[in-house]
């Protein structure tokens, strides 16, 4: 065949990959015609790896529309839609967007299962703290109890609108169990309640002098050898609370004998008792067959804590005064005289905390 000439047949052009040449470096590969066919052997080699692809998109569920006509136009949709899908009422399909030109549909997408157990929350604890804070408590298989811990809100202005009118007679911490009188106080009486109770105070004083009928003028005459002499008594009726009676007392004596002492004395209950004061006498014989004055204070014959002493008067017990003439110091014998002129006694009972 001469060069340059041109000629035209018909062929069938075959191709066969062939990644056996080394095709990189010359470049170059055969063509076989034979009877009017054509045999080309293609040499080809593997490209290098591609890029890693970009990651997918999770799948967003957008909602269920009634029909396939209501699922938005692929052409609509942008790169930043990839992954969001679509349901149709009625199926169990799904309609994908992943950035083709159609949505792709996943039959039976949507699996639903049996109704599970109905669970049910309750209230828990709340407590104060200084941030807002929820758990949940699990007390039962499908029960939980919801415990929250509350922050406090900032303190409100104080308000300018009256309360409600109320009395104490109807407030939850009054007890009235005990119908109140005139002059009780409301007291603390223990367990969050207050009740009306009579204060433990004096009633006042209890008085007597020399004037009355049974206030004696003691005579013994001479030779009287007796410890004590009775001059008079005070009963103070019985009080709603213990008490100590604080006595005062003046009475004049003379006193006939040789270096002895006449005492007034106030005893309670008995002549012999507890003893409530004293008025000390002289033992100098200068006052003797003279009128002299015996004043009686509050004294005792005992140490003892308030509310312990043995001149206490019980609540609810009667109490009697004596007030005596005692003998101290001899036993020689004597005449021993009192009068009525400006004796008094007064007696104040003064409540005691046992």
Known sequence: MEPGFNFELPATLRVRLADQWDI???????????????????????????????????????????????????????????????????????????GTAALAKHENYVQVGPVGPAITISKGTITEGDDWGFSLEQTDTTAFKLNIVAKPGPKGDDSVVPGPVATIGTASDFDGSTAPAVGDALVYIGGGDWAPRKLAMSPGVFKKDGSSADWLAVNTGNNWSGDYATITTLTIPAQPWAYEPDVHALVEFMVAGNNVRMDLEARLNSVSGPLLGRGTGSSVGIFENEWTPRTLVPGGNETSAPGASSTIVAAGAPATIHLVGRRVDSTSKLRFETRKERAMLRVRPMPVIA
Do not use: C, Q
């Open 24 to 98: 990189r470096t010359t470049g170059r590969g055969v063509v076989e015609i034979e009877g009017g066919d054509m045999e080309v052997d293609v040499l080809a080699y593997k490209g290098d790896p591609g890029d890693p692809g970009r990651d997918g998109m999770p799948p967003r569920f957008m909602g269920t529309v009634a029909s396939e006509i209501g699922l938005p136009s692929p052409g609509s949709l942008t790169a930043a839609d990839i992954g969001k899908w679509w349901g149709v009422a009625g199926t169990p399909h799904a309609w994908f967007y992943n």
